[in-house]
């Protein structure tokens, strides 16, 4: 059983489409982030929310943490062709020093 | 500054051969994790380093994988008597641990395939 479960697990939409890509656990994390990885390179991370309820925004890239800190999403409006890539979150078990955990990652492609 | 470099990038070996990975973390991260990624799937973690603690190799999926860091800082994992289901691409990432709510730096990976 994974710790975190991401949704969908792909996704293949045109350009100018927008889309929401959930992580889901029935723990809670002291934080959670967000990374991005392109064919042949590491993940790169694109975002950290630490409080619960809490919104950040990359651009077209709209980040939440769920108020009870055990999920969150990543929403892009206007997807384009440099938004293709696998998603990964990952999080940290609130009041634990475990290790990072990532979820089972989401691979989206953009097509024109 | 200087990020997670791995080496080979790119290693081709006969099955029931021994292999080196080699990790070179960003100077100061205390963390240093490894991760196994076959095509297209997501990340598998093999083992964990932090400071001077015991890793925890609760990853690692048998006994012929290993790995060990040095002084705190170069790792490298060893896959002995390779198999052609160990072909994927191995990653490490370096970290502050707990300080920047654990942010995890990549190296490119190497990519590892057993003929």
């Known amino acids: 059983t994974q710790l975190l479960e991401q949704s969908p697990q792909f996704l293949s939409i045109q350009e100018g489409e927008n889309l929401t890509v959930y992580c889901n656990s029935s723990?809670?994390?002291?934080?959670l982030q967000w990374y991005r990885q392109e064919p042949g390179e590491g993940p790169v991370l694109l975002v950290t929310v630490v409080t619960g309820g809490e919104v950040k925004k990359l651009k077209r890239l709209t980040f939440q943490f769920g108020d009870a800190r055990k999920d969150s999403s990543l929403h892009i409006t206007a997807a384009q062709p440099g938004d293709t890539g696998l998603y990964l979150c990952?999080?940290?078990?609130?009041?634990?020093?475990?290790?990072?955990?990532f979820g089972t990652g989401t691979r989206l492609q953009v097509t024109l | 500054g200087a990020g997670v470099s791995q080496s080979p990038s790119n290693k081709v070996t006969e099955k029931g051969k021994d292999v080196e990975l080699r990790c070179d973390p960003i100077?100061?991260?205390?963390?240093l994790y490894w991760y196994r990624q076959s095509l297209g799937q997501g990340l598998e973690f093999l083992i964990y380093?932090?400071?001077?603690?015991?890793?925890?190799k609760s990853g690692l999926p048998s006994d012929r994988f290993s790995a060990e860091r040095t002084g705190g800082s170069v790792s490298t994992l060893t896959i002995q008597r390779t198999q052609q289901e160990d072909s994927a691409v191995y990653l490490c990432?370096?970290?502050?641990?707990?300080?920047?709510?654990?942010?995890?730096?990549f190296g490119p990976g190497t990519r590892l395939t057993v003929t």
């Open positions: 723990s809670v994390f002291s934080s």
């Open positions: 990432a370096s970290s502050f641990s707990r300080v920047l709510n654990y942010e995890q730096y």
């Open positions: 380093f932090q400071g001077n603690s015991a890793p925890d």
């Open positions: 100077s100061g991260h205390t963390a």
């Open positions: 990952a999080g940290v078990r609130a009041g634990t020093a475990s290790k990072l955990t």
